[in-house]
Antibody
Framework: DVQLLESGGRLVQPGGSLRLSCAAS????????MSWVRQAPGKGLEWVSV????????DYAASVKGRFTISRDNSKNTVYLQMNSLRVDDTALYFC??????????????WGQGTLVIVSS | DIVMTQSPDSLAVSLGERATINCKSS??????LGWYQQKPGQPPKLLIS???TRESGVPDRFSGSGSGTDFTLTISKLQAEDVAVYYC?????????FGPGTKVDIK
């Protein structure tokens, strides 16, 4: 079974940094693009970032570009989201999601349970 | 950025009746369109990819149609377990975007 387990979310002050991790299992991790999607409390889904299997392409939403960095370690089957200069409006449940193929241009067919990031003073 | 809109915002349908959700993109996304179901406290679940391809294990009462800018998700005979928020999602053009969601309830 495909499993995605996010971790790293916590309460952080505005301007702070946080690194989220997503440990994957049950599929050939190298072969699939991976995404991060977030959901603010009581709100809809917002796409954040995507990375291809060999890390040759990475893309970001405008709202996080220049502040967030996506990366992956295929030897550890893990994808990361480094979040810097955090703002109150970054408060959300952050989901890790597996894309349906190695291409970024595919739907996300498996999602983790999410990790909660709260940015507040 | 491609803006995704959905209609209606919410709908209530009797058990066994049809529910129809519409999704419109601000420019063509060809068939790079997915539909997700999200129940309270759960992550989204992919129901339909490529506008009309049902994912493995998804009941056949769920169907997707459309291409270009106009898409539809149909639940042919609503069941109690279908109560959820449904999102459309375009993955044709970066940045990828989601619709605002449609809440489906039982009448």
């Amino acid at each position: 079974d495909v499993q995605l387990l996010e971790s790293g979310g916590r309460l952080v002050q505005p301007g702070g940094s946080l690194r989220l991790s997503c440990a994957a299992s049950g599929f050939n991790f190298n072969n699939y693009a991976m995404s991060w999607v977030r959901q603010a409390p009581g709100k809809g889904l917002e796409w954040v970032s995507v990375i291809t299997g060999l890390s040759d392409n990475r893309d970001y939403a405008a709202s996080v570009k220049g502040r967030f960095t996506i990366s992956r370690d295929n030897s550890k089957n893990t994808v990361y989201l480094q979040m810097n200069s955090l703002r109150v409006d970054d408060t959300a449940l952050y989901f890790c999601a597996k894309c349906g193929s190695g291409s970024r241009f595919s739907a996300s067919d498996c999602w983790g349970q999410g990790t909660l990031v709260i940015v507040s003073s | 950025d491609i803006v995704m809109t959905q209609s209606p915002d919410s709908l209530a349908v009797s058990l066994g009746e049809r529910a129809t959700i519409n999704c419109k993109s601000s420019q063509s996304v060809l068939n790079y369109l997915g539909w997700y179901q999200q129940k309270p406290g759960q992550p989204p679940k992919l129901l339909i990819s490529w506008a009309s391809t049902r994912e493995s294990g998804v009941p056949d009462r769920f169907s997707g149609s459309g291409s270009g800018t106009d898409f539809t998700l149909t639940i042919s005979k609503l069941q109690a377990e279908d109560v959820a928020v449904y999102y459309c999602h375009q993955y044709y053009s970066l940045p990828f975007t989601f619709g605002p969601g449609t809440k489906v309830d039982i009448k």
